[in-house]
């Protein structure tokens, strides 16, 4: 019982395990960068609405989806923030800065992308899942302080004097 309370070490930065976590961080990063950039260029503007209202059909959180989708405020939040989250997110993992506040909104969306698709017919473990789980590790591990610029802001000065701005780094 004693070695389930003692404190772990991963030195992970130095091995293979660190590339990996790099990797994982940089597809990632394209995924989101590469959704969000195409929302921002397509020929039309980015509408969620069609989804919001008629493709969450049967999804666990449809009523607040399609609220959403039918009230114009909030679709009009949602038309700006999902394209232009997805590029920020897929950029600042990409660079590795400020990685775990990336992968934490890059979470968030997942677990709504996740909830409102419920394409569950085949079971619970689908892409979306597989998608929050990519941004629960990279948040997790702080791969952005493996080739990425996040290991470099975390010597500032500015940084110094806030330490705790290090949980939004990493």
Do not use: C, S
Not at 80 to 95: A, D, K, N, R
Not at 102 to 115: D, E, I, Q
Not at 133 to 153: E, N, S, W
């Amino acid at each position: 019982m004693d070695r389930l309370t003692n404190a772990l070490q991963l030195d992970y930065a130095e091995g293979v395990a660190g590339y990996v976590m790099v990797m994982v961080r940089l597809l990632t990063g394209w995924w989101f960068l590469h959704a969000g950039v195409g929302k921002l260029m397509a020929p039309e503007p980015f509408n969620a609405a069609g989804w919001l209202v008629q493709g969450t059909q049967g999804a666990p959180i449809h009523g607040f989806l399609a609220w959403a989708g039918q009230t114009p405020w909030m679709l009009e939040i949602t038309n700006f923030m999902v394209p232009v989250g997805e590029t920020l997110i897929g950029l600042g993992l990409i660079v590795g800065a400020m990685t775990r506040l990336a992968a934490f909104f890059g979470g968030v969306l997942m677990v709504f992308f996740y909830l409102g698709n419920a394409a569950w017919a085949n079971g619970y473990v689908n892409g979306d899942l597989l998608g929050l789980l990519m941004f629960v590790i990279v948040g997790t591990f702080a791969a952005g302080r493996i080739l990425g610029l996040d290991a470099i802001i975390e010597r500032t000065e500015f940084v110094k004097q806030w330490p705790k701005l290090r949980y939004l780094l990493g």
